[in-house]
């Protein structure tokens, strides 16, 4: 089977490399041969030493990273296993970004909060990410988010009757918690974007807890309303950065994404 090339890598080095899947395309092989054309099966026809090390939902774009020997990928994995990689998304939501800005202010102490839509400020936030991660398993339902953050900590569980969807299960669910602020105005009147902090990495978990909050991603085939979902043509949800300590040099590893699909779907906008 002859595959389309893949994206031009985001990183490359000796090590690993990254690249930003679009959306609609697997990033690993699917059961049947009408589910073998993948990002991963692409990057191998010139890579063929690539091993995947995480992914993303089919309907998701954005980063993500494939290591080069079976040792890296063993130390990134371990990474993603223990919250060491930090990661950044952007959504478009089905709601005004007066709905979004009183959804967030709701969520914030008595004294309030403003979402700070500042850049640098990763090395606060990874240490932030400790404390939250040692909550989240002593008392996911005490948890607080961090100046200019809105914390949701619904506890999930997939939906099996109905998969591949996700459900909240305050009795059985796993604990799950997502950080998110206002980012501005959506590309269409009725939408605004969010940023996303996913400390926890369940199925489809940014998708059900903005759900859960009322504010569905736009394009969501699984959870959005039917305005909501006739909003767009794909899900817009957007994996736009990653941060880590690189498995080989010890060294601080930002990456950014290179594409951001949302404003191109809405030329006439």
Known sequence: MLLPPPPAPVYADEHLLAFDKPAGLLAVPGRGPDKA????????????????VHRLDEATSGLILM?????????????????????????????????????????????????????????????????ETAALSAAPSALSAPP??????????PDWPRRPRSKVDHTHGKPSLTLWRPAGGGPLPGTARVALRPITGRSHQLRVHLAAIGLPIAGDALYAPPAAQALASRLLLHAGALQLTHPATGKPLRLASRTQHFDALFPQA
Do not use: M, N, T
């Open 67 to 131: 290591a080069r020997s079976p040792r890296v990928q063993r130390l990134l994995g371990d990474a993603f296993a223990q919250r060491r990689v930090h990661k950044r998304y952007e959504a478009v939501v089905g709601a005004s970004a007066a709905a979004v800005a009183a959804a967030f202010a709701a969520s914030q102490p008595e004294a309030g909060g403003q979402a700070d839509e500042g850049e640098d400020e990763w090395p606060q936030e990874q240490e932030a990410e400790k404390d």
């Open 37 to 52: 054309d993948c990002l991963s099966a692409r990057v191998q026809a010139v890579w063929p030493e690539a091993l995947i």
């Open 148 to 157: 200019g953050w809105a914390a949701i900590g619904l506890p999930l569980l």
